[in-house]
C-alpha cells in the first residue's frame, strides 16, 4: 500500500488543521491506521491510531483530547483532525499503516507516508 499525506503548513497556536492520508494499491480495511510525529533532534513518536473499523481509536497523552483521529474506508483515506495546536505540536507527521494490530503505539508500522510538516508559531 502507498500512502500521501496531504500538505501541513503553518498556524498560529490555538488554531485548527486537519491532515489527510490518501491509500492506494490496497484497501485500508485490511489495515491499522496510524500517525506520528517527529521534531527536529526527536525519535518518531506515536500520535493516534484507529483499528480496521473505526470502532476504536488511541491517542498519545500530549494529544488526547485536542487531536482525533478517523477513517474513511471508502475513501480510502485517514484523517487526523488537529484543534488547540501548540507550539510543541511543530513536527513531521507520517501516516503509517500496517496489518499487525500489536504495532499500534510503537514506530514499527510496514507502511509510511512521505511526511508533512505542520509548524505551529506562538
Known amino acids: 500500500v502507498q500512502l500521501q499525506a496531504s500538505v501541513g503548513g503553518l498556524v498560529q497556536a490555538g488554531d485548527s488543521l486537519r491532515l489527510s492520508c490518501v491509500a492506494s494499491?490496497?484497501?485500508?480495511?485490511?489495515?491499522?491506521m496510524g500517525w506520528f510525529r517527529q521534531a527536529p533532534g526527536n525519535e518518531r513518536e506515536f500520535v493516534a491510531a484507529?483499528?480496521?473499523?473505526?470502532?476504536?481509536?488511541y491517542y498519545a497523552d500530549s494529544v488526547k483530547g485536542r487531536f482525533t483521529i478517523s477513517r474513511d474506508n471508502v475513501k480510502n483515506t485517514v484523517y487526523l483532525q488537529m484543534n488547540s495546536l501548540k507550539p510543541e505540536d511543530t513536527a513531521v507527521y507520517y501516516c503509517?499503516?500496517?496489518?499487525?494490530?500489536?504495532?499500534?503505539?510503537?514506530?514499527?508500522?510496514?507502511?509510511w507516508g512521505q511526511g508533512t510538516l505542520v509548524t505551529v508559531s506562538s
Open positions: 503509517a499503516a500496517d496489518r499487525r494490530a500489536w504495532v499500534m503505539r510503537t514506530p514499527t508500522y510496514d507502511y
Open positions: 494499491g490496497s484497501s485500508i480495511s485490511r489495515f491499522i
Open positions: 484507529i483499528i480496521r473499523n473505526g470502532g476504536s481509536s
